[in-house]
């Protein structure tokens, strides 16, 4: 069974920053893209980046400039480095990914990290 679990996430400052990590573990065969995903209260699910293993990223208009992604294909594990946070940013940040384990592809997420940017 695939697992993906996020760290990182925190209460910060508007201005700061904070660096969330996804690692995934279990039978896995090989990992295509991998994304994170925002959701605040009352909001649907929202993409913040994704990035394919040859390291091609897509951002949000919300967050370019302020946030890179980035991945450990060795380590199985993403990345995404915030920088300048603002309190419109504060939600759980979702890690996803799209790869194949010996049950075929799949695409799981992690648990949630929560992120509070105050004002």
């Known amino acids: 069974q695939v697992q993906l679990v996020e760290s990182g996430g925190g209460l910060v400052q508007a201005g700061g920053s904070l660096r969330l990590s996804c690692a995934a573990s279990?039978?896995?065969?090989?990992?295509?893209?991998m994304g994170w995903y925002r959701q605040a209260p009352g909001k649907q699910r929202e993409l913040v980046a994704t990035?394919?293993?040859?390291?091609?990223?897509n951002y949000a208009d919300s967050v370019k400039g302020r946030f890179t992604i980035s991945r450990d294909n060795a380590k199985n594990t993403v990345y995404l480095q915030m920088n300048s946070l603002k309190p419109e940013d504060t939600a759980v940040y979702y890690c996803?990914?799209?790869?194949?384990?010996?049950?075929?592809?799949?695409?799981?997420w992690g648990q949630g990290t929560q992120v509070t940017v105050s004002s």
């Open positions: 279990g039978t896995i065969l090989r990992i295509n893209a």
């Open positions: 996803n990914a799209d790869l194949y384990s010996w049950r075929g592809r799949v695409s799981p």
């Open positions: 990035i394919t293993n040859g390291g091609s990223a």
